[in-house]
């Protein structure tokens, strides 16, 4: 793998936790400012059915194989 140690690939998979839960909660609070408030349930929905179907089509998708 690309991690020189255990400890490396623990400590990087940790923030890149981090930084996807900052970036799922940065997705509805740009949503609830910029649309007006009649528009605002139908967008958060809109946003919530897209973040599912990435969900699926993701966790079927096979992992990326490396050449080694």
Known sequence: GWA???GYLIFSRAVQGVGGALLMAVGPALLL???P???RGRAIGLHAVVVSVDKRVDARQPPIK???
């Open 4 to 6: 020189p140690t255990l």
């Open 33 to 35: 400012t910029v649309f």
């Open 37 to 39: 408030g009649a528009q």
């Open 66 to 68: 490396s050449e080694r």
